[in-house]
Nanobody
Framework: VQLVESGGGSVQAGGSLRLSCAAS????????MGWFRQAPGKEREGVAT???????GYATLVKDRFTVSRDNEKNIAYLQMDSLKPEDTATYYC????????????????WGQGTQVTVS
């Protein structure tokens, strides 16, 4: 599975960005996709996950501000980020794995190269 993110950039606090993740390769019918992020000097943390059936999970810090979605036909996952805060600044990584999602604290196997989000 190959993952390619896009949509990062710089935005002022209170603004919005939408990230996209295109998956290609051997993708079975049931996959988990989602987003993690890593700020400088911090560990990578889970942000949001979404299963093939649309069930979602969010980290507490982003719940009610971020929305994860996916297009199963196109194998694309999205992360809509609203009301962005400076502490949301990080490199955002798309992830995928076979089967159902196991929460934002689980480990997953496939990762994109990351896209930078900077909130000032």
């Amino acid at each position: 599975v190959q993952l390619v993110e896009s949509g990062g950039g710089s935005v002022q606090a209170g603004g919005s960005l939408r990230l996209s993740c295109a998956a290609s390769g051997s993708i079975p019918g049931s996959t988990c996709m989602g987003w993690f992020r890593q700020a400088p000097g911090k560990e990578r943390e889970g942000v949001a996950t979404i299963s093939s059936d649309g069930k979602t999970g969010y980290a507490t810090l982003v719940k009610d501000r971020f929305t994860v979605s996916r297009d199963n036909e196109k194998n694309i996952a999205y992360l809509q980020m609203d009301s962005l805060k400076p502490e949301d600044t990080a490199t955002y990584y798309c992830m995928a794995d076979y089967g159902i999602c196991r929460g934002v604290h689980a480990r997953y196997n496939y990762w994109g190269q990351g896209t930078q989000v900077t909130v000032s």
